[in-house]
């Protein structure tokens, strides 16, 4: 796992970050695991130097070129804009070609030096905003949306509106007004892309599927060359378990020569649904040796393990991509890969693990997503008071975000209840989130929708010996497959309807839910607590 390029000619103490070494006793579990009992010492030895010898120093993107963390979403700024100067204007066009194309990174200094040859441009601000925004580099994403919202007064007519609907949706989080300003776009110049392409995104937070279906389709329609509609066709296609559509929706794109990395994520989940294991490998080959999309199918790869319990391959294949995005510069990105498998080893009952990869993840990067992510792992993993803590600031921070207020802090909040004993205190909070449950909010680290405030109120019932209604929670994830994917929270609710079963007393269904469980994880790793507990619990129903 060495990296394969000369080590540089620094100490081996010039890699060994504090994010690595933390990285090193969850690792090091794992290759235990598969090696065979060796001596300790040995392997703490062998385990700090394979973790040393991969720097982490950003590369420049003529050594291994950009990494694309989602390309979905966000883009499609005109080429044209407002600006005196001719030379800034021109810089902006190659950037904005370059950002329309999917090739967020090789943007940035293209319109970074368009507004030091104009400060005052407000459309290059808002066109590095969305570039860093589909980086998942939120931090620079909302300065560079602040700024520009803060010069529209210099922008035309129809420059305001895209600035006004960026910066409420991405910035602010506001997303009726985000969606007031979309639709007003629309309706003012109705041959444009944009408006509708983004307008889906926002009914993919609320979990409106189907509204986002039909703007995705519009915006193919009035732009047949987009490759970020084309990819996110597949997506909603994929959400909605239309799997023969999405299908036709990729083969499509690749006809048209639209192809990019979220092309192929989006596929490798159609793929994952159909259970076709060889067109899962071949979406993951497409990727292997492009550093600039690597990491962006190593971690679903990840997820796939989990699914089925194997944690230390998982564990394995997330470092591995937390790592490939290091390598390009994009510690935001390692950072949600990273919290992604925070969030497993939380929910697997690994508490200690789940905080080690927080405390990682943090040590990269501290923006709003790594924050809310890294909140809701360290709820699930038992520290609350840290986790309130975080949750209060996320809460001061964003008062008008939608999907912050009304999805995630529910969330975090009402696991921290259920730690502190009060489920009753859980499912009030949560009402909140009834609304945008079914829907992919940022920030969403991988293919597979999380449905976490279904999942922690399926888990708030449960502490209530509500059977019933846990029941009802836990079987939205069989019933929404396509949202869920792979999704490990997908797999731990057959556990959850199995102890939902048996509060009612029904051990007939009970025990048909532990054997459906136990065949999802037929080889899973044996140690993993959540799996011992449920072996312990099908027992007594025997």
Not at 93 to 110: E, M, R, Y
Not at 170 to 193: F, R, V
Not at 272 to 285: I, T, V
Not at 291 to 310: K, R
Request: aromatic residues 8%; neutral net charge; hydrophobic residues 40%.
């Amino acid at each position: 796992m060495a990296d394969s390029r000369p080590l540089h000619r620094s100490t081996i103490s010039h890699y060994c970050t504090l994010e690595k070494l933390l990285w090193l006793p969850i690792l090091l579990r794992s290759w235990i695991a598969r090696l065979g009992v060796i001596p300790i010492t040995v392997s703490l030895v062998v385990a700090a130097w394979l973790l040393c010898l991969r720097p982490t120093h950003a590369l420049k993107s003529s050594e291994v070129g950009a990494s694309i963390w989602s390309i979905r979403k966000y883009g499609n700024p005109p080429a044209q804009a407002t600006t005196p100067s001719p030379e800034a204007q021109k810089d902006y066009a190659l950037g904005t070609k370059k950002l329309n194309a999917g090739d967020f990174s090789a943007a940035i200094p293209l319109l970074q030096h368009a507004t030091e040859l104009d400060p005052n441009f407000a459309m290059a601000y808002m066109a590095l905003g969305l570039a860093f925004r589909n980086l998942k580099q939120y931090g620079p994403a909302n300065e560079n949306l602040q700024r520009a919202f803060d010069l529209s007064n210099r922008a035309s007519d129809k420059e305001k509106l895209m600035i006004s609907a960026s910066y409420h949706s991405l910035d602010t989080g506001d997303l009726d007004k985000a969606h007031q300003s979309y639709e007003k776009w629309a309706q003012n110049y109705p041959a444009d892309s944009v408006p509708h392409n983004n307008l889906g995104v926002i009914y993919g937070h609320l979990g409106q599927y189907d509204k986002q279906r039909d703007e995705f389709l519009e915006a193919l329609r009035l732009k047949p060359d987009s490759a970020v509609a084309s990819a996110n066709l597949v997506s909603v296609y994929s959400h909605l378990y239309r799997l023969g559509e999405a299908k036709t929706a990729y083969e499509r794109a690749l006809a048209g020569k639209l192809e990019s990395p979220k092309l192929h994520y989006y596929r490798y989940g159609v793929a994952f649904l159909e259970g076709d294991a060889a067109e899962m490998q071949r979406q993951s080959a497409w990727s292997a040796g492009r550093p600039e999309s690597d990491d962006i199918l190593l971690s679903p790869q990840s997820d796939t393990e989990a699914f089925s319990g194997h944690l230390g391959k998982a564990r394995e294949l997330s470092w591995r991509a937390s790592e490939s995005a290091q390598r390009v510069g994009e510690k935001e990105a390692a950072a949600g890969r990273e919290m992604n498998a925070a969030l497993r080893e939380a929910e697997f009952g690994s508490a200690f693990q789940a905080r080690s990869l927080t405390a990682a993840a943090l040590t990269l990067d501290s923006a709003q997503g790594t924050q809310i992510l890294a909140a809701l792992a360290l709820a699930r993993a038992g520290d609350s008071d840290r986790a309130q803590k975080m949750a209060d600031e996320l809460e001061k921070q964003n008062p008008l975000n939608t999907t912050i207020d009304r999805y995630w802090l529910p969330t975090i909040r009402a696991a921290i209840e259920l730690n502190r004993q009060n489920p009753s205190k859980a499912v009030e909070i949560l009402q909140t989130a009834a609304p945008y449950e079914l829907g992919e909010p940022d920030p969403a680290p991988e293919v597979g929708g999380f449905l976490y405030p279904i999942f922690v109120r399926g888990q708030a019932y449960l502490a209530r010996r509500q059977g019933s209604a846990a029941t009802a929670e836990f079987q939205k994830f069989l019933d929404y497959r396509g949202v869920v994917i792979n999704c490990p929270l997908a797999a731990l609710a057959h556990l959850g309807l199995a102890r939902a079963y048996a509060l009612q007393g029904d051990n007939s269904n009970a025990r048909a839910a532990y054997q459906e469980f136990f065949t999802l994880w037929k080889d899973a790793d044996p140690d993993i607590p959540v799996l011992i507990a449920s072996k312990a619990e099908y027992a007594k129903l025997q």
